[in-house]
């Protein structure tokens, strides 16, 4: 098993302090900072903290939302820290099943508008057990999910987290052989958490043109 970047050993439950006061930091990686109840940081932004492809080919992802929840955390521009996201005045939380995998970030990536993505970096689904909110991780890509959210593109790069039973596969078909359902589980829930119709999905693609779309993303983050 490769070793994670440092702020990657998780825990479940425990306290981290802030001055005088006990933070309830459930699920959230240690070495890092909590502002706030909404508010996560790191030593540094989260939006460079690492480049997105390792030497081995590995890439780095940015854990927002650990395998199972569905409070809706994510990294800021251009501030990068880690918030939990508000919509209507509340904090967020996605109305469905909790989420298939742990769902995170590239760091120094952006698909720009022009490019046909959001503007936003690349999202990421690492299957496995579950990772602390805020773990900066090395997973293997095994290609990508196609998504259309509202007309943009909104691919998810789909890994496997090292030392997981899932280690072994290395494309979506290989996937499908080994662990049949689980990229059917994958592929339901994306198009399925925001109702009916508001995202929809052209399959997945292998990991080589996985790594394309990095790269491209990785040269829209300058």
């Known amino acids: 098993m490769?070793?994670?970047?440092?702020?990657?050993?998780?825990?479940?439950?425990?306290?981290?302090l802030r001055g005088t006061a006990a933070v309830c930091a459930a699920e959230v990686a240690p070495g890092l900072t909590v502002i706030d109840d909404y508010t996560i940081a790191a030593d540094k932004s989260f939006l460079d903290y690492a480049e997105p492809v390792n030497a081995?080919?590995?890439?780095?992802?940015v854990v927002e939302i650990p395998a199972g929840t569905?409070?809706?955390?994510?990294?800021?521009?251009?501030?990068?820290?880690?918030?939990?996201e508000f919509k209507d005045g509340k904090p967020r939380e996605v109305r469905y099943l909790?989420?298939?995998?742990?769902?995170?970030m590239l760091p120094r990536t952006l698909l720009s508008k022009e490019s046909g993505g959001d503007g936003d970096p690349l999202?990421?689904?690492?299957?496995?057990?579950?990772?602390?909110?805020?773990?900066?991780?090395?997973?293997?890509?095994i290609g990508l999910l196609k998504l259309?959210?509202?007309?943009?593109?909104d691919d998810k790069v789909l890994a496997v987290?090292?030392?997981?039973?899932?280690?072994?596969?290395?494309?979506?078909?290989?996937?499908?052989?080994?662990?049949?359902?689980?990229?059917?589980?994958?592929?339901t829930w994306f198009e399925s958490y925001k109702g009916p119709g508001q995202l929809t999905s052209d399959g997945f693609a292998g990991p080589e043109e996985t790594m394309r779309l990095i790269y491209v993303a990785r040269a829209g983050f300058n």
């Open 56 to 61: 081995d080919g590995t890439i780095n992802v």
């Open 98 to 104: 909790g989420y298939p995998g742990n769902y995170g």
């Open 161 to 187: 987290l090292d030392g997981s039973p899932l280690a072994e596969v290395n494309t979506p078909e290989e996937m499908d052989r080994a662990y049949p359902g689980v990229l059917d589980i994958v592929r």
């Open 2 to 16: 490769r070793a994670p970047l440092p702020i990657a050993v998780a825990f479940s439950v425990g306290l981290i």
């Open 123 to 141: 999202d990421a689904i690492v299957l496995g057990a579950a990772i602390a909110r805020g773990a900066v991780v090395r997973a293997k890509v």
């Open 70 to 84: 569905v409070a809706k955390w994510e990294v800021t521009k251009p501030g990068g820290k880690l918030a939990w």
């Open 148 to 153: 259309l959210d509202g007309g943009e593109q």
